[in-house]
């Protein structure tokens, strides 16, 4: 059975069982599930754009607009959020600034938050860009993707888009 997408940049908190209270962050388009895994388990069903470099920038939100969200979300929930998490509609990494939004968010969560952790629920495909591994490094939680031990296990079951094994 799939869920609906996030509708929004902000969602939660939800109660995790690995992160406790979770303030989500989906930097991902709100009408599109964006990932370079197609898994045949996905909560959000199948992927419609299976890449791992989208060069269209207009279908990614703003900069602005997700800390904008994020700055508002983090001066109205009280208390405060024991993680802000990097996840959504898809793998959070693949968005074209995602150095630049961890960096805004651990300044905001500095700024508003400061007991609260930072997380990425991440499907690890994007971590042998240096860029998003140095991204990745600044978060105080990295739950990375790593569900088959073998090759065949892996494209039966996470369907990766082509160029990844």
């Known amino acids: ?6 509708p929004g940049i902000i969602y939660g908190p939800v109660n995790s069982r690995r992160l406790g209270r979770s303030l989500g962050i989906n930097m991902l388009p709100l009408s599109l599930k964006i990932c370079t895994f197609n898994c045949v388990y996905c909560q959000y069903g199948w ?8 060069a269209d920038e207009d279908l990614w939100p703003r900069v ?13 929930v009280q208390p405060a959020p024991a ?4 996840s959504g509609n898809g793998e959070p990494s693949l968005h074209p600034a995602f150095s630049q ?5 651990i300044r905001l969560r500095d700024l508003y938050a400061s007991s609260s952790k930072t997380a990425i629920l991440s499907n ?3 971590i ?6 140095e991204a990745i490094a600044k978060l105080d939680m990295r739950i990375m993707k790593l569900d088959c031990g073998s090759e065949k296990c892996f494209q039966s079951y996470n369907r990766p888009c082509r160029g990844i094994e």
Request: proline share 2%; net charge negative.
């Open 1 to 6: 059975m799939t869920i609906p997408l996030q």
């Open 47 to 54: 992927t419609k754009v299976h890449d791992q470099r989208l």
């Open 124 to 126: 690890s495909t994007t």
């Open 64 to 76: 602005e607009t997700v800390v904008e969200a994020i700055e508002r979300a983090l001066q109205t």
């Open 101 to 105: 939004l961890v960096d805004e968010v």
């Open 83 to 86: 993680y802000l998490t990097f």
């Open 128 to 133: 042998l860009n240096k860029t998003v591994r």
